[in-house]
T-cell receptor, first 114, second 114 residues
């Protein structure tokens, strides 16, 4: 079945460092890809999305490009802030599926130190 | 109020209690979802309602009973739960057939079963 694999965490960075969180997927259909962020004590917030190959999603300085040839959707940010500390989830949904359910990776915890 | 709301935000219950979780979406969407987020486990889809009809029941024990009276409201009725059911329960909604099926999440209900 479809699946998402994220890099193990936690990832610990100093403020203003460059961030990459790797995400790869397997899917039989044509998935849409998402990054969600969860701040402590809160639910999931949509961070960015891409719906087809070579699309780039971006928001709040974060970017991710849908790479069909490498089945990847890595999250990047050029300069992280302490306020970016959270858990980041990569996810996919098969638009051709019956329910539109999301399949999540295990999440990657990011800690940014001042 | 906007987005997806959930009540209560926190719930503590004994194993013999009956309680209900409520979710309301103000986005005009036609699909709603329940997810379970346990410590150190990936997010698990529990139920999907599309156009008020349950389209997926992801092998969830019968002590969890969903109800979707209309496209804006979703309930999760809880009965004789076990301590291992303690988790964050997240509700989401989306517009099926929109091209991306982007799901928007509520803040979650933190459930503790004693």
């Amino acid at each position: 079945g479809d699946s998402v694999t994220q890099m193990e965490g936690p990832v610990t960075l100093s403020e203003e460092a460059f961030l990459t969180i790797n995400c790869t997927y397997t899917a039989t259909g044509y998935p849409s890809l998402f990054w969600y962020v969860q701040y402590p004590g809160e639910g999931l917030q949509l961070l960015l999305k891409a719906t087809k190959a070579d699309d780039k999603g971006s928001n709040k300085g974060f970017e991710a490009t849908y790479r069909k040839e490498t089945t990847s959707f890595h999250l990047e940010k050029g300069s992280v802030q302490v306020s970016d500390s959270a858990v980041y989830f990569c996810a996919l949904t098969d638009r051709g599926g019956n329910t539109g359910k999301l399949i999540f990776g295990q999440g990657t915890t990011l800690q940014v130190k001042p | 109020e906007t987005g997806v709301t959930q009540t209560p935000r926190h719930l503590v219950m004994g194993m013999t209690n009956k309680k209900s979780l409520k979710c309301e979406q103000h986005l005009g969407h036609n699909a709603m979802y329940w997810y379970k987020q346990s410590a150190k486990k990936p997010l698990e889809l529990m139920f999907v309602y599309s156009l008020e009809e349950r389209v997926e029941n992801n092998s969830v024990p019968s002590r969890f009973s969903p109800e979707c009276p209309n496209s804006s409201h979703l309930f999760l009725h809880l009965h004789t739960l076990q301590p291992e059911d303690s988790a964050l329960y997240l509700c989401a909604s989306s517009q099926r057939d929109s091209g991306t099926d982007t799901q928007y999440f509520g803040p979650g209900t933190r459930l503790t079963v004693l």
